[in-house]
């Protein structure tokens, strides 16, 4: 490392010739803000040794030149909260993002955690090493549904926060860390005093919860959807991820906040995760780069918002984020300012992607055993497990019910309900399903079945071992038999989505790394994806992503009623119940 | 600590009053560049749990309330690079300036370092704790003229290192840097490798030289005397501190900077060390954010430019640099946001200042003996100890001589003198004086003596134990009995200026602490130094602060020749050589 650096020593003193060398370039310099004409950047191994108009000192015969021919240079981007251990591995899902030009990726680990454990988290971070592209990653600070799965162990977190590529403490949401204080206070303060960040989650946090949450020096948020919401964070010194990923999509809506604010310094572009389709058919954060200018952001201001601004949130502008001596060499050149499209992507060095196509590739991580067995079920399921019974004897019960009020919002319905042989009976109630959350890791086999409304199944079932903030397998359906069935097929898959009708499988997604990540290219499992969703339209449900519906009734982030493996999950005091309302 | 916070968390809830509350004032939110009206500030203990509108919740019947009644509330300003371990304690320092709204110092050490070892850093960073203000500082790097000197040593570097209030290692010149790779290459490492700052230091260079120095991860500079000079860091990444002190004034003529980048995220204002005088004259960070204003920068950049632009820069962000909650409770009240008059000084969340007048009390610290006993000299210095002995028995010889160029900078000279008994003979050459630099410390009695022209000297000698980036008490004189009177006046002092005249000591002022600070409140300090000054002239010296003139000709940052105890240093190429030019 250190030799590394004295050699960019010399070909920045032009005493040895530089690796690459890209001429004739204008260049976005997000420092000043300025757009510089007739740049040249030469490295040295995977950094920058030098860059400006009269660098052709470090430049000799062993030196590659890319004459960019008056194209611009803009630094490589950076998505600052993604969601990678979903779906797909780091080794394919870059074979796609790199392509238009990002080159660092800032991601939760929170889905491999509650799961696999700190093991588990360290070999999904073994897994973002030695990429093309690099890496970096949160520790999981836990905000469940479940109660078991509340807040990392401490001693867990001690470990991560000591890998170099852990830069801060993942999302918490602020419910749960209001409703939990005493768990997140050494949650906090472990990740503090080592000068890492607390990553925030603030959705529809106002007034005094939102100052709290600041109190507690969370420096980010990526939840605001209307550019007032991001005018209050970025007031209180949050740095605020806008968010156009597949989760949503707040950029159009948020640009207002550009004619709000004279400093954009604490503006971020994040996608949150993007799933397959959207990578595929749109990109990655070119796209957001693209739509920000698109919105009227100013082109340069746009590029801060996906590089330096994202760098100095994290503490990572010494090496990444701008176009500079001594930063990595992470460069995207792109016909002009006001044009994302990657001509030729450069990271670390060197061109791995040129005109859309991957040059560099990707390594394929050999995970453990342990990480790719991770859905511990003691025994099979049967359809009687999803009976839900009742308490008294009368042949009615006034039962919580979750209702979709869209297709990732619920409120809580009390309804009555016609018991019989002592079980509530759903069969004329009208669009009423079974939901079931499992335990597959933290308290094997422990599971809790509810009542769902509107989800708009009309028979069937489907299930995913990726159930959001939890180490469940969660499961809806409109006949108890397809429901086991579907869990059964999870166990023998070691995880997975798997939707049945009718006593058989009808599609299934293996996703054998921690139960969350196939190892399927993407195209092949974007194919899988749309494949689910047909079946599942097939038996009724309207939903964009039905999938992401069903997965996301775990999630302590997302109101109003939620589902864990303990019960019903009131969302504004995370109290857990079961389905019948006692008198 | 933690108990602390969940109180703020509790004030931010409205579950408890604060403290302290501003109401009523305008606010500049150096995060998103606005100006806003009707702003409250409550506050916790040392923290601000709240910020707003409407935040009137948080104020109870214990809580103080202070009426801006329209005034403007800015963030506590910050000096990012000062040099506290000169002429002042910290204690007697932030008396002054303290009252005009600076709440952060971020100060070098290098000054006590080389006499005082790693125990006089850790005193002298201990006298800087438990202040009303805050105070953090710099490692010592130690460029020195003197090989005996250069190099902090590694052990000491990772002690200070892990010390809280460390947070970078201090300015390295960069000439020094890149003529000795072999020493700095694993300072520089071992402070990248704990995240902290290389503070640069990079007056004059250009081209591969400044590509280089900026390759090494060097991160700030506050050299630059031009706007170019600004531009060409700040297009690098570099933090570029724009310097309005004692030592230069640069900003009226930097200020065309503001024209130049749309982006001034990456400039600050500081003030690199200020002298008792202007302090009580113009004041301290206040002054400088004034004239940035007068000189034509918006008034929220120029504010940026001493408070949040500098947090950012040491990652000090997520506790001082804006008002938000979680951060420091450091704010001052002014009339308007053109007008940078401290009405109240709020440090820590409390007011330490009200119209000009302290009202808290500084700390005196009690340093250790061994910091106050720092002048080791094995002997009296005799006369005959500054003659310049010639190598050959011819009846001329030729010399290089120290020219005074300006009262800082100095060329190298070649004259020929006459010798008489084997010793050079000054007498009749025109403003020729001997100079001599004497270690006290590293190498104690070790010395050189060199010639000088132009400091103006007629008669007698002065004498300083504070002599720049070595462990040198360093003389001046027209006569060698004056200059034996002065050192060995410094001697018995342990440490001080002194100026002798005829035989006799004329004035003197003591330096006890480390042989650079005195205990004298300020303003005695101040007429002290204008007494020597005066003495000074009256023996022929015409530089503006003489005392300056000399304890800077040990530095190693100023061009062209300097001297140490070791011999002539030439500033270009680092190497050191006698008085007589061998043939």
């Not at 005109?355 to 099979?380: I, N």
Request: include cysteine; proline fraction near 4%.
């Amino acid at each position: 490392m250190t030799q590394q650096k004295e050699k960019r020593i010399d070909v920045a003193l032009g005493k040895a010739p530089g690796d690459l060398a890209i001429v004739n370039a204008r260049l976005v310099n997000v420092y000043t803000g300025e757009i510089l004409d007739n740049q040249s950047v030469v490295t040295c191994g995977e950094r920058i040794a030098c860059v400006g108009t009269d660098v052709g000192y470090a430049i000799g015969d062993a030196t590659t030149i890319i004459d960019a021919e008056g194209a611009t240079l803009i630094p490589g981007l950076i998505d600052g909260h993604a969601h990678v251990a979903w779906l797909f591995t780091a080794g394919e899902f870059l074979k796609y993002a790199a392509l238009g030009g990002t080159t660092t990726i800032v991601t939760e680990t929170l889905e491999a955690y509650p799961v696999a454990g700190l093991a588990g988290v360290l070999d999904f971070l073994a897994s973002l090493r030695d990429q093309p592209i690099k890496f970096f990653a949160t520790a999981p600070a836990m905000v469940s549904t479940s109660q078991a799965t509340m807040g990392i162990d401490l001693s867990d977190l001690e470990s991560l926060l000591a890998c170099e590529e852990i830069v801060g403490l993942g999302e918490s949401y602020w419910q749960g860390v209001l409703q939990n204080r005493e768990v997140f206070k050494p949650i906090f303060a472990a990740t503090l005093a080592c000068g890492k960040k607390l990553e925030g989650h603030s959705a529809g946090a106002r007034g005094g919860k939102l100052q709290a949450y600041a109190a507690y020096g969370v420096s980010s948020c990526h939840e605001p959807i209307k550019a007032d919401e991001v005018l209050d964070r970025v007031r209180l010194g949050i740095y605020v991820m806008i968010r156009e990923g597949s989760i949503r999509r707040d950029l159009a809506e948020i640009a207002a906040i550009k004619e709000m604010v004279p400093d954009t310094r604490r503006l971020i572009l994040t996608t949150d995760g993007i799933s397959p389709r959207d990578l595929m058919e749109k990109g990655y954060m070119e796209f957001l780069v693209q739509k920000a200018i698109d919105c009227g952001f100013d082109p340069v201001t746009a590029v801060q918002m996906a590089t330096l601004n994202v760098a100095e949130h994290f503490g990572l502008d010494d090496r990444i984020g701008g176009i500079a001596p001594g930063k990595f060499a992470d460069m995207v050149l792109i016909p002009d300012p006001q044009t994302i499209r990657a001509m030729r992507v450069i990271s670390k060095g060197r061109v791995i992607a040129k005109d859309g196509s991957l040059e560099a590739a990707s390594r394929r991580h050999r995970f453990s055993p342990e990480s790719l067995k991770t859905v511990h079920l003691p025994r099979r399921f049967e359809p009687s497990d999803f009976a839900v019974r009742a308490s008294g004897d009368g042949d009615t019960a006034t039962v919580r019910v979750i209702e979709m009020v869209t297709d990732l919002v619920t409120k809580e319905a009390i309804i009555d309900l016609p018991v019989a042989n002592g079980e509530i009976q759903t069969g004329d109630a009208g669009d009423l399903s079974k939901i079931a959350a499992i335990d597959r890791s933290r308290t094997p086999g422990k599971f809790f079945t509810g009542l769902i409304r509107g989800f708009g199944l009309a028979r069937g079932a489907m299930a995913c071992s990726a159930a959001w903030d939890t180490s469940c397998i969660v499961v809806v359906g409109a006949d108890e038999a397809d429901m086991a069935l579907c869990v059964n097929r999870i166990g023998e898959l070691q995880g997975g989505a798997v939707v049945c009708d009718g006593g058989r499988i009808v599609e299934e997604l293996a996703l054998p790394i921690f139960g969350l990540m196939s190892e399927l290219p993407i195209d092949e499992l974007n194919e899988k994806l749309n494949a689910i969703q047909r079946a599942v339209a097939d038996l009724g449900v309207a939903f964009p992503d039905p999938l992401l519906s069903l997965i996301a009734l775990t999630g302590a982030a997302i109101p109003f009623v939620r589902i864990c493996e303990e019960g019903l999950v009131h969302f504004k005091t995370g109290r857990t119940r079961g389905v019948i309302c006692e008198q």
